[in-house]
T-cell receptor, first 115, second 114 residues
Framework: GAVVSQHPSWVICKSGTSVKIECRSLDFQATTMFWYRQFPKQSLMLMATSNEGSKATYEQGVEKDKFLINHASLTLSTLTVTSAHPEDSSFYIC???????????FGPGTRLTVL | AQTVTQSQPEMSVQEAETVTLSCTYDTSENNYYLFWYKQPPSRQMILVIRQEAYKQQNATENRFSVNFQKAAKSFSLKISDSQLGDTAMYFCAFRLNRDDKIIFGKGTRLHILP
């Protein structure tokens, strides 16, 4: 199979703090990982594309300094929301591409609530 | 730039009926991939079906099938013998290559009624 996990599954934090979300490919090496954001009852919006060992490519309108992405290994990418504010509250989903299957696999998502 | 349009925000059908979800897209590329994803209340994205643009034959996965009209840039999903577990948000999506981003439509919320 091809399993992607995210940790934590949900997190509540105070305004001004930073939160780190992990995305792991459990049984395969992912050359590319993607981070999406989904507001309630809306579609997924791509935030950035992450390649192992290189800087992430951010979509237009996404603040690089606010949403820090690190793809340190072929199985782990992290998204850090810095100085979080209530408007950052959302559902964050990662996906990872697997070479053999020419497919992207999605993690279960992380619900972030900023108080 | 590629775009994906789903014109049906919400649909309801009776259990066991057949339902068709519509999707159109726009691209100037000739080779690409189209997908239908299901997002149930758990919010886990589940791949329902995939179509490679170079294949003329419509993809089928058990009760799910697509009507792929490349010239018209249309990609509809048909669910036969609908079941209560089919209740979910359905997203039509487009992708060029494996490592390219997936572009999602706005989704269709499907309710299967008992």
């Amino acid at each position: 199979g091809a399993v992607v996990s995210q940790h934590p599954s949900w997190v509540i934090c105070k305004s001004g703090t930073s939160v780190k979300i992990e995305c792991r490919s459990l049984d395969f090496q992912a050359t590319t990982m993607f981070w999406y954001r989904q507001f309630p009852k809306q579609s997924l919006m791509l935030m950035a594309t992450s390649n192992e060992g290189s800087k992430a490519t951010y979509e237009q309108g996404v603040e690089k300094d606010k949403f820090l992405i690190n793809h340190a290994s072929l199985t782990l990418s992290t998204l850090t929301v810095t100085s979080a504010h209530p408007e950052d509250s959302s559902f964050y989903i990662c996906s990872a591409s697997r070479e053999i299957y020419n497919e992207q696999f999605f993690g279960p998502g992380t619900r972030l609530t900023v108080l | 730039a590629q775009t994906v349009t789903q014109s049906q925000p919400e649909m309801s059908v009776q259990e066991a009926e057949t339902v068709t979800l519509s999707c159109t897209y726009d691209t100037s590329e000739n080779n690409y991939y189209l997908f239908w994803y299901k997002q149930p209340p758990s919010r886990q994205m589940i791949l329902v079906i995939r179509q490679e643009a170079y294949k003329q034959q419509n993809a089928t996965e058990n009760r799910f099938s697509v009507n792929f009209q490349k010239a018209a840039k249309s990609f509809s999903l048909k669910i036969s013998d609908s079941q209560l577990g089919d209740t979910a948000m359905y997203f039509c999506a487009f992708r060029l290559n494996r490592d390219d981003k997936i572009i999602f439509g706005k989704g269709t919320r499907l309710h299967i009624l008992p």
